[in-house]
């Protein structure tokens, strides 16, 4: 579905993304995971429009797409779902949602953007509570879960998430993790940019590691799981606690 190849992006001078290639197969969940400054959040920029790659080629179903606007790269259904939420705070949950599917509407029944907002409001049913309250107001878990939410009214094939689980409380975090599941088997493909390691390998296919805009490690994300690297870098206290008692 997806095929990068030996991309290189930058920020001016600063060589953000280097050679960097991969590949994501329909309806699969690809983890990316790797310290923060990575590359991670550059990487779905890139794929988004939104920080073009100097050079290297980024195909989707076929098409290139890595010298098109961000409008049009939406309208291929690739949405991300940007770290930190980015929502309209002014605006009603409702308002949001419907923001999401904003490309839809000049092409699309009312009937249809109707039904994925019932969708949604079955994912997340409190946000069906809260359809009228201002987005703001919300809690860390709610604005995440509308921020979802809105992604998922742009109806995308591929779905970019950007470090879904910052900053929540564990239990959000499990509803969170569960929803995406939830929508693989609804036959949405995604890319999982996570620091959580350990969340983002139980749920995902196929894992890559990226350290300093390279792509260093890849694998089926159960083998990487197991990888004494990626114990160590990034599965956090619980792993070097664990080697200190052997």
Known sequence: MLNIDLINTYYGQIHALKDLSLHIEKEEIVALIGSNGAGKST???TISGITPPRTGSIRFNGVEISRISPEKIVSQRIVQVPEGRQLFSPLTVLENLELGAFLRFSGESRKNIEKDLHYVMELFP????????????LSGGEQQMLSIGRGIMGRPMLMLLDEPSLGLAP???TEIFNVIRKLQED?????LVEQNAKAALRIADR??????GRITLKGEAKVLMENEEVKKAYLGKDYREKRRQI
């Open 171 to 173: 239990l959000i975090v």
């Open 207 to 212: 894992a890559y590691v990226i350290e300093t």
């Open 187 to 191: 036959k949405t493909t995604i890319l």
């Open 43 to 45: 990487l779905l920029n």
């Open 126 to 137: 409190i946000l069906k509570e809260r359809r009228e309250q201002k987005a703001g107001t």
